[in-house]
């Protein structure tokens, strides 16, 4: 249904701020109410407009942070020298409008029936699409298994932190800080690395399926990573980004 | 540094009405197969390249010229979008 309320619909819309909610000191989730959203699927992205008044207009594309059926959202990290991340995350407020066309991509999505074990690499805001699947896994009750690698600076730095401390059962949240660990931190440390994923990824014969985002040089060692430990590369799904 | 197709999807299903980034493109110059999501993406020179993961011959250019979109597959043995489920 949403494949063919998709077909040749990317329409712009106005999106107007329904909530905006700091997840760190340089991370927002904003929140939009958009009319006549013909729903998506959690991994998939949305386009954003911006134009100023003397009509000059910014395009950037943003990974969708909610599950399928929920209320859009997008997490933003600030730039300090980007052109359109300061005015998100600094400066919006409940309200405003932006322009928004989406949802876009079928390919970086995860639904029940796709199977796992799941395996979840984040880096960074990378793991904002990884948090919509985890959500949706959860909101579906899949018995899928589940696990979350999430690679961050600092504990600072962690984005949806209390939400994702509280998962267990069949989703396993677990950390490495990469630059600052606090006294006593019992999670990994360092950058990920093929003793890490000895503990975490789940065996290339269990067939799981993995979706890694982040930078592109993370994405690409902890891909290379991966297929060296058997993982067939189209069981490999992966998402870059840069700053821009 | 080069990103990969997820980071154009929006363009592609502006210019393709589908979406592409599931699409499987065959590279003309060493046949590999991938979706176009996996393959590298470069935004930053004049248009925007999409090449080969493996071989990284180009696959792709998009250029927009005065409100046209202009786009070359000729690095692409084939390009093979699913249909639409009914």
Known sequence: MAGTALRGRLTWRVATVA???????????????????????????????????????AERSYSIASADGEAVAITVERLDDGEVSPYLTQELR????????????NWFT????????????????????????????????????ARLLYSARSLEDVIYRRELDQYGGSAEVR????????????GFSGRIDDAMLARIAWPASQSPL??????????????ELLVARHYPTRRVKTERFGGA | ???????????????????????????????????????LVYLRGPGTVVRCRRCTSVLMVISRVRGLNCVDLSGMEALEVKAASD
């Open chain 1, 110 to 145: 995860w639904e029940p029936h796709d199977g796992g074990p799941l395996l979840l690499i984040a880096g960074g805001s990378g793991v904002v699409p990884l948090r919509a699947i985890l959500r949706h896994h959860q909101r579906t009750g899949s018995n899928v298994p």
């Open chain 1, 19 to 57: 909530t905006v909610a700091d997840e760190t000191d340089h991370v927002r989730t904003i929140t939009l109410d958009l009319p006549d959203w013909p729903g998506h699927h959690a991994g998939q992205h949305l386009d954003v407009r911006l134009t100023a008044e003397d009509g000059y207009s």
């Open chain 2, 1 to 39: 540094m080069a990103l990969d197709g997820n980071a154009i999807g929006g363009m592609l299903l502006e210019i393709f009405a589908t979406d592409m980034t599931s699409a499987e493109a065959t590279c003309a110059r060493c046949g590999a197969v991938r979706p176009v999501a996996e393959e």
């Open chain 1, 175 to 186: 950390y490495t800080l990469t630059r600052r660990q606090p006294p006593g931190w019992g």
């Open chain 1, 210 to 223: 993995a979706f890694i985002c982040g930078p592109t040089p993370f994405v690409e060692a902890v891909a």
């Open chain 1, 94 to 105: 409940p309200g405003d409008q932006m322009e928004a066309r989406g949802p876009i991509g």
